[in-house]
């Protein structure tokens, strides 16, 4: 048991999401903070490197909360997550106001997840005191690599060294939830580069460890590299040997692989993306935020100077999209199947009328052992995690 009462909290609203209610109406709250002091190569999210916006952004931000107070109603606020771009980059006293009016306008359960994403080179001494302070309870570190060479590559803006003072800071000021993320799949990688990345991620005893795909997006500088033929991307036989080592490696040591890209110690997962797989409402704050209320969605424009001047005339720059069944259906299946929840027959035979049992695919892939059939969810096994998308989208209505 963890010795604190903040942690024993935590530990608590991190516990195992299969044990959790889903009847009580959780939610999520998103900010997204669009500033980056550099753009690595990969990132094609929205940010701007323009940072002199950050005080009149803030301020767009506190209006839109007000102007979406009721989009969350009926429902318990239970975690409020900082994204972009770079969150680090806000000043501690804007990210204070921040959470101070979700709090006021959402009445945020008080021992909830609050979680900062965070670059190494933001985090000192001086400001994670601050923010700790400041009541962010989890740190998602953007790691990516422990490779100098391969950090200059996609443009971080921190080195190796960086990681680790800036992790060591944290835990000697308490912060006791701490996700680190990481990036395989890197072109002309050797096999014990990506094991010795994996070696000192475990060595750190993060509580959680996310990992992604590089995937080379067109509006990126890799984009660009590729199609001029700079840059050849890595093979689908790397980074499956990449994937396997690193389920194998955090397998050992006492990492529960909970959706696709994430693991963690036990009860110790990210409660705000695990309420995204579990289809829960969610709120996003900020420009190219998304929101999520059960039948429709929310997609704020992608601009910071368009965003600005809709929350000064008093509107929320967003387009909606109504959920078709088929859309529900989908998102379900592609969301579930990612998790060691999977998806339960029931629920889409009885919400949407889907028996996904009786499409011949889903016999196929029990049949071929990429799916198992666990009383009444549908489950990938390892070797159907390998092509989780391509199944999901292929058992699409």
């Known amino acids: 048991m963890p010795a604190d009462p903040e942690q024993r909290a935590l530990s608590s609203l991190l516990c195992d999401a299969s044990t959790q209610k889903t009847d009580r109406g959780v939610a999520g709250i998103y900010i997204h903070i669009p500033f980056c002091k550099q753009a690595c190569h990969y990132c094609d999210f ?25 989009y969350l109603s009926g429902h318990t606020v239970d975690t409020l997550y900082f994204g972009g771009g770079t ?13 101070a009016k979700a709090k006021e306008l959402f009445g945020i359960h008080p021992d909830g997840e609050t979680t900062l994403e965070a670059n190494p080179d933001d985090l000192t001494p001086e400001t994670l005191h601050k923010l700790k302070e ?4 989890r740190l998602s570190i953007g790691v990516q690599s422990f490779d100098d060479g391969v950090l200059r590559w996609m443009n971080r803006g921190h080195t190796s060294s960086q990681i680790f003072t800036s992790y060591q800071a944290a835990r000697a000021i308490g912060f006791s939830a701490i996700s680190i993320d990481l990036i395989y799949g890197i072109p002309n990688q050797e096999d014990g580069d990506w094991a010795n990345t994996v070696r000192q991620a475990i ?6 460890i996310s990992a992604y795909h590089l995937t080379i997006e067109d509006r990126t500088a890799f984009g660009s590299w590729k199609k001029r033929g700079k840059l050849v991307e890595a093979t689908d036989e790397q980074a499956a040997r990449e994937f396997e080592h690193l389920m194998d490696q955090l397998e050992k040591a006492g990492y529960e692989h909970y959706e696709i890209s994430n693991f963690a110690r036990a009860g110790r997962y990210g409660l705000h993306n695990s309420n995204y797989w579990k289809g829960e409402h969610y709120l996003g704050i900020g420009p190219s935020a998304h929101s999520y209320n059960g039948v429709s969605r929310q997609f704020n424009v992608a601009n910071n100077h368009l965003y600005i001047k809709a929350i000064g005339r008093h509107e929320v720059p967003a387009e909606k999209e109504i959920l078709t069944r088929e859309n529900q259906v989908n998102e379900y299946l592609f969301t579930g199947l990612r998790t060691r929840w999977g998806c339960s027959v029931q629920k889409l035979k009885e919400t949407w009328g889907y028996d996904l049992l009786a499409v011949p695919y889903t016999q196929q892939l029990l049949e071929q052992k990429f799916l198992v059939l666990e009383d009444d969810r549908l489950l990938l096994t390892r070797q159907g995690k390998f092509q989780a998308d391509k199944i999901a989208a292929d058992l699409f209505v």
Do not use: C, K, W, Y
């Not at 969150?87 to 959470?99: F, T």
């Not at 400041?134 to 309870?137: D, K, L, T, V």
């Not at 060595?203 to 959680?208: G, I, V």
């Open 134 to 137: 400041a009541g962010i309870n």
């Open 87 to 99: 969150p680090s980059l806000l000043p501690v006293d804007q990210l204070e106001s921040l959470m």
């Open 203 to 208: 060595a750190l005893e993060p509580e959680h």
């Open 46 to 70: 929205h940010f701007s490197t323009q940072t002199d916006l950050r005080e009149e952004m803030t301020q767009s931000l506190l209006h839109e909360m007000e102007l979406q107070r009721l």
